[in-house]
């Protein structure tokens, strides 16, 4: 994949708005805070690209970056902000699950998870969600810098269970060292092409 051509495209904030679906599409999706926008900085090889720890509360639309002539990078808004009225939540949702589900040139969503956290409800329904409409995802779990090899793979295995994801599908990551960035490189690889 040939990162030097990297472009932000375009926010949507309703379904009109999406661009003629030209190109394969990567989706990013996670929770507010869980290190998104520094995983995607990362992969792209460029610092600030995507702005990291944004405030959150703002309507925020799905972020469209073109990456060469290849694929559209989509980085759709943080979830499980408590503090984004429940309106507001409602309306993200109904614009992201409408996007996930109809986009004929979505090939994957990479959903990002904090490798120090317990599972999630909001990770275990968006992993669930995905299953169940047939989309394919490649779960990351990110900032494993921030924990010694034995924790790492203990926390690994309990995320695996909670969200019934195969030791073999995910991807442990980390924006500090770059660690995983070959390996989620490698599994994009496989989806777009
Ligand atoms: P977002 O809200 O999901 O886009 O999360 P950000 O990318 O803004 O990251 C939230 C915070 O976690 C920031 O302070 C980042 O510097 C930090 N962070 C993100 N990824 C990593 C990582 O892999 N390792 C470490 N040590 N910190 C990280």
Redesign the pocket.
Request: hydrophobic share 35%; glycine share 12%; no cysteine.
């Given at each position: 994949m040939d990162f030097s051509k990297v472009k932000f495209l375009l926010s949507v904030h309703s379904i009109k708005q999406l661009p003629a679906a030209e190109l394969p599409e990567v989706a990013f999706a996670?929770?507010?805070?869980?290190?998104?926008?520094?995983?995607i900085n990362k992969l792209l090889g460029r610092k600030g690209l995507?702005k990291?720890?944004?405030r959150?509360g703002k309507t925020q639309g799905l972020n469209y970056f073109q990456v060469g002539e290849q694929f559209y990078l989509v980085d759709l808004p943080?979830y499980g902000f408590a503090k984004v009225p429940k309106a507001m939540q409602n309306d993200w949702q109904g614009l992201i699950s409408t996007y996930l589900q109809n986009r004929s040139t979505l090939k994957c969503v990479v959903v990002?998870v904090d490798i120090r956290h317990e599972p999630k409800s909001q990770d275990t329904q968006l992993f669930d969600w995905l299953r169940v409409n047939n989309i394919p995802f490649i779960p990351v779990y990110?900032?494993?810098?921030?924990l010694s090899g034995n924790e790492r793979m203990k926390n690994a295995t309990r995320l695996d269970k909670g969200h019934s994801i195969h030791p073999s599908q995910r991807i442990l990551?980390?924006?500090?060292s770059g660690q995983g960035r070959d390996d989620l490189i490698a599994a994009l690889a496989s989806f777009v092409w």
């Open positions: 996670g929770r507010s805070n869980v290190g998104k926008s520094s995983l995507v990291v720890s944004a959150p943080g990002i990110t900032k494993i810098d921030k990551f980390s924006a500090k």
